[in-house]
C-alpha cells in the first residue's frame, strides 16, 4: 500500500500563488507517476499536473503557464506552485500516485485532499 501526506492548500486573492505538496510512503516501487487532481461542486475530476520518475510532465491545458509541477525522488515528494490563480482553480485538490499518467486521475493512490479557494 501507499500512503500520500498533502499539504499547502489554502485561500488566496486572484493572482495570487500557493505550493502543494504531496510526500509518499509506502510500497513506492509501485510508483512511476505522480500528480494532482482537482475537482470543483458539480464538476467532473480533472488531471490537473503529472510527472514521472524520468522527469516527463503534463499539464491541463488550463493551467499550462501558470502550474509548474516537480519531483524529488530521493523524497518521494511532489510539489505543485501554482501562479496566477484564478476563481476558476478553487476546488479540492488531490495527490494521486500510479505507474502511469494516463491514468493518474483515477488512482490507484489517493491522498486526503486539500482545499484550495482562489477569492476575493
Known amino acids: 500500500q501507499v500512503q500520500l501526506v498533502e499539504s499547502g492548500g489554502g485561500l488566496v486573492q486572484p493572482g495570487g500563488s500557493l505550493r502543494l505538496s504531496c510526500a509518499a510512503s509506502g510500497s513506492i516501487f509501485s510508483i512511476n507517476a505522480m500528480g494532482w487532481s482537482r475537482q470543483a461542486p458539480g464538476k467532473e475530476r480533472e488531471l490537473v499536473a503529472a510527472i514521472t520518475r524520468g522527469g516527463s510532465t503534463n499539464y491541463a491545458e488550463s493551467v499550462k503557464g501558470r502550474f509548474t509541477i516537480s519531483r524529488d525522488n530521493a523524497k518521494n515528494t511532489v510539489y505543485l506552485q501554482m501562479n496566477s490563480l484564478k476563481p476558476e482553480d478553487t476546488a479540492v485538490y488531490y495527490c494521486?500516485?500510479?505507474?502511469?499518467?494516463?491514468?493518474?486521475?483515477?488512482?490507484?493512490?489517493w491522498g486526503q485532499g486539500t482545499q484550495v479557494t482562489v477569492s476575493s
Open positions: 494521486n500516485a500510479g505507474p502511469y499518467i494516463a491514468t493518474l486521475h483515477g488512482g490507484p493512490y
